[in-house]
């Protein structure tokens, strides 16, 4: 089974800038689904449903939620497991926990609590 391990979160200002990673780890078969698959970042503010952010396909298509689209890019290198969230920008609309998840896997990381302070 493929573990997610998120990094990088903290407590910065609006107007600032935070770089999130997701770094997967488990046996070659489950890094394979890893590096084949779409990754996603969701976040989940208290009191609120998680919401998805960015994903990013396999060949390195992104998309976004609009309500992050100019500010945020979502990124990956294959070759370190590992995929990314440059967030620019931030608001304090944007404090929430941040997950990264393999789609169409279940497990999900321990998150990265992002704190935006106005």
């Known amino acids: 089974q493929v573990q997610l391990v998120e990094s990088g979160g903290g407590l910065v200002q609006a107007g600032g800038s935070l770089r999130l990673s997701c770094v997967a780890s488990g046996s070659i078969f489950s890094i394979n689904i890893f590096r084949a698959s779409v990754m996603d970042w969701y976040r989940q503010a208290p009191g609120k449903q998680r919401e998805l952010v960015a994903s990013?396909?396999?060949?390195?298509?992104?998309n976004y939620a609009d309500s992050v689209k100019g500010r945020f890019t979502i990124s990956r290198d294959n070759a370190k497991n590992t995929v990314y969230l440059q967030m620019n920008s931030l608001k304090p609309e944007d404090t929430a926990v941040y997950y990264c998840?393999?789609?169409?896997?279940?497990?999900w990381g321990q998150g990265t609590q992002v704190t935006v302070s106005s």
């Open positions: 990013i396909t396999s060949g390195g298509s992104a």
């Open positions: 998840k393999i789609r169409g896997v279940a497990n």
